[in-house]
Nanobody
Framework: QVQLVESGGGLVQAGSSLRLSCAAS?????MGWFRQAPGKEREFVAA????????YYADSVKGRFTISRDIAKITVYLQMNSLKPEDTAVYYC????????????????WGQGTQVTVSS
């Protein structure tokens, strides 16, 4: 069992930046970020494979968000730039027992979520 602890959410203005962090209690093959806005389904945001650092992004965040990892700290980050009000959501960190190859890959462990609110 892998436990995930997120941090870094908050309230920011449109156009601002925010960085989310997620520390894992053990090694995984891949990690990622998802988000869920009020009244909407949870959606994929970004993912990274642990060994090679291959990244995947949702079209809605490409060019604005960057996912990265610190292997020694077993921590994944999500750098969010040029934030928009539509980025407002609870952001969840996730870890997979497999090497993911895209947004539809399975994730097996989930964090508790951190709120990101972007005001206009």
């Amino acid at each position: 069992q892998v436990q995930l602890v997120e941090s870094g959410g908050g309230l920011v203005q449109a156009g601002s930046s925010l960085r989310l962090s997620c520390a894992a209690s053990g090694r995984t093959f891949s990690m990622g970020w998802f988000r869920q806005a009020p009244g909407k389904e949870r959606e994929f945001v970004a993912a990274i494979t642990w060994r090679l650092g291959i990244t995947y992004y949702a079209d809605s965040v490409k060019g604005r968000f960057t996912i990265s990892r610190d292997i020694a700290k077993i921590t994944v980050y999500l750098q969010m730039n040029s934030l928009k009000p539509e980025d407002t959501a609870v952001y969840y960190c996730a870890a997979s027992r497999t090497v993911v190859d895209g947004p539809k890959s399975p994730f097996h462990y989930w964090g508790q979520g951190t709120q990101v609110t972007v005001s206009s």
